[in-house]
């Protein structure tokens, strides 16, 4: 039950994240980016913030970082690999999910709570979630705004990959008004295993009623949940 | 050796700021505005021991589709500048 959060040069929820899984019993080490090893650890998680400074695209740069050899090595074998925001779009931009984020459409930084929709529960971000369950928490991103050209779009639907939709408080989904214009409102998504999961809201900022909203415990329990030594 | 590397969002896919820049284009009255793209333009000083533009050029590509692109949403052109 040992799980790595990856801190980059930029990286600023590490410690929201371990407080989090903390919290869930787990035992969450911070771990530097040009760490070469994970051996010991179940679990990865990139945490949100601007891993060296965003520069190029966001990603781009840490996704070089040396740790993603080794996070793309435990992706590979089955571990439960999760970004959150910036995290998401690292693994994106490191070829461990489809697609990329862009700027959000209004070209406006979001920060606020939004709802969005449990789509299933065959994830490693959704395990222990009930499908259709609307989740309350904090968005907080200008680049959340997820394309692929349409093949991959396709694929990704067709898959079952897409695990959590931005919606209304009642759940439903209305991709006019999703708040940054991702497609299909994607608020995030899996690979083809369900092993690796990208979202762009944050579950540790909704981690505790003292925060506004514990919603985001359904998701971060669903991730320890997949971690084998847990389960 | 100079190249410039013209980078810009995929056609068809969605390029917010294009968007919004159309929008404020016509809202100042120039109605002929079908669309805007956005791109990035870099460049890039090489230091070659041969003078071979064909054999750096394709160093320049590699280069596009490992980091200054997102080959995923991005096409990119490049040119020998100087």
């Known amino acids: 039950m040992k799980v790595a959060v990856a801190v980059f040069p930029g990286t600023n929820c590490e410690h929201d994240v371990t407080h989090a899984l903390a919290g869930l019993g787990a035992t969450a080490d911070l771990v530097w980016h040009r760490e070469m090893s994970l051996a010991g650890y179940d679990g990865v998680v990139i945490p949100g913030g601007f891993a060296h400074g965003d520069y190029l695209r966001t990603g781009a740069i840490a996704r070089f970082s040396p740790i993603m050899t080794e996070i793309g090595a435990m992706a590979a074998a089955g571990a439960p690999v999760l970004g959150i925001c910036n ?107 369900g092993n690796v999961a990208g979202l762009m809201p944050h579950p540790e900022r909704a981690s505790d009623p003292a925060l506004g909203s514990a919603d985001g415990l359904a998701l971060l329990r669903s991730f320890l949940a997949a971690v084998p030594a847990l389960s | 050796m100079r190249f410039r590397v013209d980078i810009r969002r995929r056609e068809g896919l969605s390029d917010p700021e294009g968007v919004t820049t159309r929008r404020a284009l016509r809202d100042l009255g120039y109605d002929a505005v079908a669309d805007v793209h956005f791109g990035r333009t870099i460049y890039l000083d090489l230091d070659l021991d041969a003078d071979d533009p064909d054999a750096a050029t394709a160093d320049v590509a590699e280069m596009c589709e490992r980091l200054l692109a997102n080959p995923v949403i991005e096409d990119y052109d490049i040119e020998v500048v100087g």
């Open chain 1, 87 to 193: 995290g998401f779009q690292v693994l994106c931009e490191a070829g461990l999910l489809p697609g990329a984020l862009i700027a959000n459409r209004e070209l406006a930084f979001i920060c606020r709570h939004v709802h969005i929709r449990v789509e299933h529960a065959d994830s490693v971000l959704t395990c222990d979630a009930e499908p259709g369950t609307v989740l309350r928490i904090p968005l907080n991103s200008y680049e959340g705004n997820w394309v692929a050209p349409a093949d991959h779009v396709a694929e990704v639907e067709d898959g079952h990959r897409v695990v959590l939709r931005y919606c209304d408080a009642a759940g439903n989904v209305d991709h006019a008004s999703s708040p940054n214009g991702s497609t299909n409102s994607i608020a995030g998504l899996v690979n083809d295993a």
